[in-house]
């Protein structure tokens, strides 16, 4: 497992962490998005295999038990998300590397436990009125979830400092430039 080198992204949902990753892999083909599993219910479009594996609490527990997940957090109430090293694997021996979208904790976690060879980055929104004017704009959540979220966002913003880079979303263009420099630096770094 040590010695391969991956990338992930963290920050409260809606500071964009979708957005700009989405463009960092575009634009260095040498990444995969690491599908996690979640017992989280799809939204519309979205689909099983493709944006999660979407699995029931049941599995979800056997698999952690197993050992089959590199990390793995209950980030909102009763809900799990978490990186199977089924799927890690399976982009390493595709000759990628992995990109990872995870919630501050488990991203804080993971940092401890893979050292140099990951890149942790925070995507800051900005300000938290930024963030909740994103997520009324997307949409996806009802009230009580947003509620849920943007509690949560408050908490995650005091861990920005904890990670190896900061990166402040206030201009989305600018914003992607300056990350994809910065993760093509680490890629180039030797290990
Ligand atoms: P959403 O429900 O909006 O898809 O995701 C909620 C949060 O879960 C996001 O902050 C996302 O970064 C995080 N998340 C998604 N997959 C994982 C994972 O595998 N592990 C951890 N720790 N967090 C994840």
């Known amino acids: 497992m040590m010695g391969k080198k991956l990338v992930a992204f963290c920050g409260p949902s809606g500071a964009g962490k979708s957005t700009i990753a989405n463009k960092v892999i575009n634009t260095l083909p040498y990444f995969e998005l690491s599908i996690s599993a979640t017992t989280r219910e799809p939204r519309q479009g979205e ?8 699995i029931g609490r049941d599995e979800f527990e056997t698999k ?13 109430e ?5 990186t199977l090293y089924a799927e890690l694997d399976r982009i390493w ?38 963030l909740a004017q994103r997520l009324r704009k997307r949409g996806t959540e009802d009230e009580r979830s947003l509620e849920k979220r943007m ?7 005091e861990y920005a400092d904890q990670f190896d880079f ?15 420099e ?8 030797p290990q």
Not at 100 to 125: E, R, T, W
Not at 166 to 180: S, W
Request: hydrophobic share 35%; net charge negative; aromatic share 18%.
């Open 182 to 189: 910065q993760v093509k630096a680490f890629m180039n770094k």
């Open 93 to 130: 021996q595709s000759g990628r590397y992995p990109f990872l979208d995870l919630d501050v904790k488990g991203a804080a976690n993971l940092k401890d436990k893979y050292g140099d060879d990951g890149f942790f980055v925070f995507i800051h929104p900005g300000s938290i009125d930024t």
């Open 47 to 54: 689909e099983h295999g493709k944006h999660y594996y979407f």
């Open 151 to 157: 509690r949560r966002a408050s908490f995650e913003l």
């Open 78 to 82: 009763g809900l799990y998300y978490g």
């Open 166 to 180: 900061v990166l402040y979303n206030d201009n989305l263009e600018k914003a992607e430039t300056e990350i994809i």
């Open 64 to 76: 952690i038990s197993a050992g089959a997940f590199l990390e793995y957090e209950q980030v909102y």
